[in-house]
Structures are given as C-alpha cells and as structure tokens.
C-alpha cells in the first residue's frame, strides 16, 4: 500500500450514469491531485487541490466534477460521459509538491 | 506546452545486465525531477527524484543522472532483474505541478 487508496478499482458505468470515484490518503499531505491516464499517452493532470482549495483545472470537461471535502479526501463525480474517458483515473498527494505518490488508479470503462 | 519526452517505447535487456532509459525534457526552468515505475495494474509507484542542483543520485539498484547543459534525464537499473519489468516514467516539476512523459516499456528476459 502507497498511503494513497481509491476505490473502487473497477467501474463500468453507461453514458447515463452517475459515478463517483473516491481518494483517500493516510500521508499527512497538504495537496492531492487527480490524474488520467489513457492508452500510449502520457499522464494528464485534470485537477489539484493544496489544503482543500481548488487551485488548478486543468480544461477539463464540466462532465467530470471534483470535490475536496477535507485534505484527506477527495472525490471525482462522473455524470453522462462519453466512451472516450474510458481510461485509468488516478489519485496522488503531495506535501509542498514533493513526495508525490499514487494510488493504484480506477479502471473506468464507459459503455 | 512544455512537454516531457522519452526516447525509446521499449527496452528488452537481459537479466543481469544494466538498463538505462532516457528521458528528454524541455522546460529550462524545472527543479525537481522524478522518474516513476508502474507495473501492470497499479499506480506510478516513485522510485527516485533528483533536484536540478544534482547531477547524479544514487539509490538501490538505480541512479538517476541530470544534464542540464541538454535537458536530459536517465534512469540506470543495475543487475536488472524480472521483477523490474514495468513502464517507467521520468516526470519534472515546472510551475508547481507535474508533468509526465509517455512512458518506457522495460522488458527483462531471463
């Protein structure tokens, strides 16, 4: 374990659904960051987050919404996707943007 | 943007021998680099960083060397082994966030 668990690992969810993916870090971090990771690209940053405030989006769909409850947690609502965002979503934290470390991802596949 | 870049998709080597993955960046003001291994199903996993007032670091099995003169970055495993079969990624801190690389595939025959 990384100190940084999301759940769930798996998700197939259709374009109508609602979804949320969920990140929680045990680290002490002041920051935590969502990712996604698409086949033979590279990582993209979508949001990030330095003690709960909302401080980068990264021109991310309004189909993707975040939320920062508290510095331990934070979550990734979904809602009418597209087959496109098919791809790993990944959780890291950060303390000061040094120590970054990674959850094991959500495989979301959209149908 | 600025981008991170890698030279090689993949790199087959033999166990036992020494790997070295390359990585180019373009960002002159970047600080702090991080070079990452994902095994199939898990998340990055940090393996070393190295500040941009280094040019070499030094960890188990690895070392990381930074050249600034050129913007490039290189991972060597030593003995490699099966076990280090994964992508890697190298990373750079530009502007408080992280940007990552595509990814090289590593493959260690026995």
Redesign the interface.
Known sequence: E?G?T?TPRHLVMGMTNKKSLKCEQHLGHNAMYWYKQSA????E?MF?YNFKEQT?NNSVPSRFSPECPNSSHLFLHLHTLQPEDSALY?C?SSQN?????????TRLTVV | GES?GLHLPTLSVQEGDNSIINCAYSNSASD?F?W?KQES??????IIDIRSNMDKRQGQRVTVLLNKTVKHLSLQIAATQPGDSAVY?C?E?GY????????TMLLVSP
């Open positions: 990384t940084v999301q033979k690209k590279p990582l940053l990030v980068e990944l890291a943007d040094y120590g970054y470390t990674f959850g094991s991802g | 991170v702090y991080i990452y199903g898990k998340g990055p996993q940090f990624f990373a801190m408080s966030t992280l940007t990552f690389g595509k990814g």
